[in-house]
């Protein structure tokens, strides 16, 4: 048995020899040290021998499986640091080559002049406030004085999911939550998504989106709304922008006006752009309708108010002289990435 040993010994000096991977290693240890290996199996021999060779091969066989488990442990650190050179030399980064270009997003063209209209009005000292898309109809109309036989209570115009909800038409019932829930002084703009029943073309889509302005306190006059949409006005297109009021008529405002710009093109010469006019429509506005503050619990003999709105799309066509709203929710980056 003696013999056996130093055989395995002699065995698994020239097997080291010839190993080159931590892999081969590992079935070294296994071929020689393991629970089925060579010295194993000849340990398990030991009940044959006499009391006397008992302690002498179990010293020897003890010797022998340090100095394997001592080589095994001086061949890993050996291939582990050549394993390492190794990685490091095909890894060699070469400075003079040049770097990959990384591309970075930007924020969405209706996001950013989203943004930026808020800032404005954040500048002004109005709160931004927001509503569900899917809202009441006596939110949406009701309580905004719009009659039963409205159009824009047509099916055809609108999204019911039934008689009592659908998707919101516009972003005034915002403004309605609002009042409800909070006494004057009240000063807030509502931006957000708005559904109509539109066919899509270059001018329409039944998603697109609103910004709505509510101011509502003691005192508040037609004066106010003028200088608060001048000061709009001038932060959006320029400080030579001039605003035209024209009178019109909203269920919820009265008086009510639409309001112009003079045309970012021509200056208000008449172009192409502004057929001819001078002047370009930006948004509706008026003087909260005292039946729309009494619906929400203010008293109009104390309070006085007035809203405004404009579409988010028609603004940001203007400003990067875009000529197909549609453009705005393809996602074709060669559209997007210009912005």
């Given at each position: 048995?003696?013999?056996?040993?130093?055989?395995i010994?002699?065995?698994a000096?020239e097997?080291?020899?010839?190993?080159?991977?931590?892999s081969?290693?590992?079935?070294?240890?296994v071929k020689?040290?393991?629970?089925?290996?060579?010295?194993?199996?000849?340990?398990?021999?030991m009940g044959?021998?006499?009391?006397?060779e008992?302690?002498q091969?179990?010293?020897l066989?003890?010797e022998?499986?340090?100095?394997?488990?001592e080589?095994?442990?001086?061949a890993?650190?050996?291939?582990?640091q050549k394993?390492?050179?190794?990685?490091?030399k095909?890894?060699?980064?070469?400075?003079?080559?040049?770097?990959?270009?990384?591309?970075?997003?930007?924020?969405?063209p209706?996001?950013?002049?989203?943004?930026?209209?808020?800032?404005?009005?954040?500048?002004?000292g109005f709160e931004?406030?927001?509503g569900?898309?899917?809202?009441?109809?006596?939110?949406n109309?009701?309580?905004?004085?719009?009659?039963?036989?409205h159009?824009?209570?047509?099916?055809?115009?609108?999204f019911y999911?039934?008689?009592?909800?659908?998707?919101?038409?516009?972003?005034s019932?915002?403004?309605?939550r609002v009042?409800?829930?909070?006494?004057?002084?009240?000063?807030?703009?509502?931006?957000?998504r708005?559904?109509?029943s539109?066919a899509?073309?270059?001018?329409?889509?039944?998603l697109?989106?609103?910004?709505?302005?509510?101011?509502v306190?003691?005192?508040?006059t037609?004066g106010d709304?003028?200088?608060?949409?001048?000061?709009f006005?001038k932060?959006?297109?320029?400080?030579?922008?001039?605003?035209?009021?024209?009178?019109?008529?909203?269920?919820?405002?009265e008086?009510?006006?639409?309001?112009?710009?003079?045309?970012?093109?021509?200056?208000?010469?008449?172009?192409?752009?502004?057929?001819?006019?001078?002047?370009?429509e930006?948004?509706?506005?008026?003087?909260?309708?005292?039946?729309?503050?009494?619906?929400?619990?203010?008293?109009?003999e104390?309070?006085?108010?007035?809203a405004?709105?404009?579409?988010?799309?028609?603004?940001?066509m203007?400003?990067f002289?875009?000529?197909?709203?549609?453009?705005?929710?393809?996602?074709d980056?060669?559209?997007?990435k210009?912005?």
């Open positions: 048995m003696r013999e056996q040993l130093q055989n010994k002699t065995q000096e097997f080291l020899k010839k190993i080159s991977s931590i081969e290693l590992e079935d070294f240890r020689f040290l393991g629970k089925k290996g060579e010295l194993t199996q000849v340990l398990r021999q044959s021998l006499s009391p006397e008992r302690p091969i179990g010293q066989a003890n022998i499986r340090e100095y394997l488990e080589k095994i442990d001086e890993k650190k050996a291939l582990t394993m390492r050179e190794e990685k490091i095909s890894e060699v980064i070469d400075v003079t080559m040049p770097g990959k270009k990384i591309k970075t997003a930007n924020l969405h209706l996001t950013q002049v989203m943004q930026e209209i808020e800032d404005i009005f954040i500048g002004m931004i406030a927001e569900p898309d899917i809202e009441y109809t006596s939110y109309f009701d309580l905004l004085n719009i009659p039963k036989d159009p824009s209570r047509d099916e055809q115009d609108t999911i039934n008689d009592d909800i659908l998707l919101r038409t516009q972003t019932p915002v403004q309605i009042m409800k829930s909070q006494k004057p002084p009240i000063r807030v703009i509502a931006p957000g708005v559904f109509r539109d899509v073309d270059a001018t329409h889509s039944p697109f989106h609103q910004i709505e302005g509510l101011v306190d003691k005192g508040i037609m709304l003028k200088g608060t949409l001048e000061v006005v932060s959006i297109y320029g400080e030579d922008a001039k605003v035209r009021f024209r009178p019109h008529h909203f269920p919820f405002t008086p009510s006006a639409e309001v112009d710009v003079s045309c970012f093109v021509c200056g208000g010469k008449g172009c192409s752009v502004c057929k001819g006019e001078g002047w370009i930006i948004l509706g506005c008026g003087m909260v309708h005292p039946k729309v503050l009494e619906n929400c619990g203010i008293d109009s104390v309070y006085s108010g007035f405004f709105g404009l579409g988010l799309e028609r603004v940001v203007r400003r002289n875009v000529d197909d709203l549609r453009l705005f929710f393809e996602n980056i060669r559209f997007l210009q912005f």
